[in-house]
Each structure stands twice: as structure tokens, then as C-alpha cells.
Nanobody, 125 residues
Framework: QVQLVESGGGLVQAGGSLRLSCVAS????????MGWFRQAPGKEREFVAA????????YYADSEKGRFTISRDNAKNTVYLQLNTLKPEDAAVYYC??????????????????WGQGTQVTVSS
């Protein structure tokens, strides 16, 4: 069992920044993968970024490369998503998620076993 709690969402103007946090508790190991996804109203949940817990390798959706950065603090069991140069189309509920090991389908929603409750990001134009 893994518990995930996100925080850090809020209202920001276009061009601004936010840092989302996800604290993990329970069964976490070095080979685990932590992912960030987002879901806007009326749209499907989509992959944003992922990180391998132990080695720190990172993976991004092409559309967010260069603006978003995923990182982790192993001592705090926390994964972060730094959102920079935010655009109105970035507005969504952001979720962190956990899967037990890495494979090439790391971007697939269905491959993650545990999810947080989500944190709302709103971007005003």
C-alpha cells in the first residue's frame, strides 16, 4: 500500500510559477517510479513527467519539456513538479502517481497503481 498526498496548487497569472509537492508513504523502494499527470475539465488525464525514485532518471511529455521540472528528495519521500512559464492551457488538476518499476509505458495512466487526490492549478490570462 502506498499513500500519496499532493499540495502546492493554486491560482497564478500566466507566466508565473508554482511548485507542486507529493509526499509518499508506505511501500516505497528505489526502483519505484513516480509520475505526475494532469486532467483538465472535459479532457482525459494526461502524462506530464516521471522520475525513477532511486536513480533519479526523468521523463517528460514533449509539450512540457523545458518548462516543467520533476525532482525528488529521498530523505523526505517527496517528489516535486516545478511549473514555470505557466499558460492558461496548463490549468488542470495535477495528480501524482506511483508504479512499482520502470518500463517503456511510463506515460500510460493505467500502468500506475496508486494515485493522490490531486491539487488544482488555475492560470489566469
Amino acid at each position: 500500500q502506498v499513500q500519496l498526498v499532493e499540495s502546492g496548487g493554486g491560482l497564478v497569472q500566466a507566466g508565473g510559477s508554482l511548485r507542486l509537492s507529493c509526499v509518499a508513504s508506505g511501500r516505497t523502494f528505489n526502483m519505484n517510479v513516480m509520475g505526475w499527470f494532469r486532467q483538465a475539465p472535459g479532457k482525459e488525464r494526461e502524462f506530464v513527467a516521471a522520475i525513477i525514485w532511486g536513480g533519479g532518471s526523468t521523463y517528460y511529455a514533449d509539450s512540457e519539456k523545458g518548462r516543467f521540472t520533476i525532482s525528488r528528495d529521498n530523505a523526505k519521500n517527496t517528489v516535486y513538479l516545478q511549473l514555470n512559464t505557466l499558460k492558461p492551457e496548463d490549468a488542470a488538476v495535477y495528480y501524482c502517481a506511483w508504479r512499482p518499476f520502470f518500463s517503456e509505458n511510463y506515460y500510460y495512466v493505467g500502468s500506475y497503481a496508486y494515485w493522490g487526490q490531486g491539487t488544482q492549478v488555475t492560470v489566469s490570462s
